[in-house]
Nanobody, 127 residues
Framework: QVQVEESGGGLVQTGGSLRLSCAAS????????MGWFRQAPGKEREFVAA????????AFADSVKGRFTISRDNAKNTVYLQMNSLKPEDTAVYYC????????????????????WGQGTQVTVSS
């Protein structure tokens, strides 16, 4: 069983940066693959980024490639989403998710692949 909790959201101007953190409980965190998803008002939840348990494989949505990076610190049971060059269209509630073990890159982009979800953190980018 893993519990995840996001933090780091807030209000930022266009072009600014934020770093989201996802703290996870559980002794086996290092064996979990982790993902970030987001949901804007009136829109469906969408994939943002994911990282395998080893940290060696990552995936990004096309809309954030080159602007967002994902990393993890297994010693701290934490995954980070560094968001740079933020745009108003990045405004959404950002969710962290976890799934045990290694899954395919394609599966990492699908919300249904994940077993555990956080409550979300709001990111608002003003124009």
């Amino acid at each position: 069983q893993v519990q995840v909790e996001e933090s780091g959201g807030g209000l930022v101007q266009t072009g600014g940066s934020l770093r989201l953190s996802c703290a996870a409980s559980g002794r086996t965190f290092s064996s979990y693959s982790m993902g970030w998803f987001r949901q804007a008002p009136g829109k469906e939840r969408e994939f943002v980024a994911a990282i395998r348990w080893s940290g060696g494989n990552t995936a990004f949505a096309d809309s954030v490639k080159g602007r967002f990076t994902i990393s993890r610190d297994n010693a701290k049971n934490t995954v980070y989403l560094q968001m740079n060059s933020l745009k108003p269209e990045d405004t959404a509630v950002y969710y962290c998710a976890a799934v045990p073990g290694t899954i395919s890159i394609a599966a990492m982009t699908r919300g249904l692949s994940y077993s555990y979800w956080g409550q979300g953190t709001q990111v608002t980018v003003s124009s």
